[in-house]
């Protein structure tokens, strides 16, 4: 079945540090999303995807789409305490209406 | 604007019994979508109906169902509960299938 694979599973970083998830999915993406999960609460959307190779920054954040589109990355600068949670990447397959999420990475910045 | 509501917050059910969960969604989104997300675990997709058609279905059996009403507002039924049924339920809507998913709260469903 169609899957979509996120690493690391957990990062636990210093404040200041940066941080990087990685996410592939097995088969090719119509686009992709980011979501934030803070503990207790519901995924919040981030950014979506579209066009293969496309990146796109929101402040310290940087969101990068894979060429072939099987593949997106999320990489944060300098974390702060407030980019606690989980991060999931949602891929919609090529001719399907549903988005399938990612393991999720969890991250913890050390103050 | 309120944001897309689920009920009930909670629930506790014995196996095999039945359940219905509900989720009215923002005003203006057509797009509703089902996710089972259990602790740890990334959200699973179950359902999603758009204008009132089912469009997509999750590897889940038979026993989960959902419709989709006039309203745009949604209900899951999950029959003959089991144990692994236990989990946090997430709606989300959107305005059309390809736009970024606004969620609820969930229900947290406790199976005993």
Known sequence: GQQVMQIPQYQHVQEGEDF??????????????????????????????????????????????????????LHI????????????????????????FGTGTRLKVLA | DAGVTQSPTHLIKTRGQHVTLRCSPISGHKSVSWYQQVLGQGPQFIFQYYEKEERGRGNFPDRFSARQFPNYSSELNVNALLLGDSALYLCASSRDVNEKLFFGSGTQLSVL
């Open chain 1, 20 to 73: 990087t998830t990685y996410c592939n999915s097995s088969t090719t993406l119509s686009n992709i999303q980011w979501y934030k999960q803070r503990p207790g609460g519901h995924p919040v959307f981030l950014i979506q995807l579209v066009k293969s190779g496309e990146v796109k920054k929101q402040k310290r954040l940087t969101f990068q789409f894979g060429e072939a589109k099987k593949n997106s990355s």
């Open chain 1, 77 to 100: 600068t300098a974390t702060q305490t407030t980019d606690v949670g989980t991060y999931f990447c949602a891929g919609r397959p090529s001719g399907t209406y549903k988005y399938i």
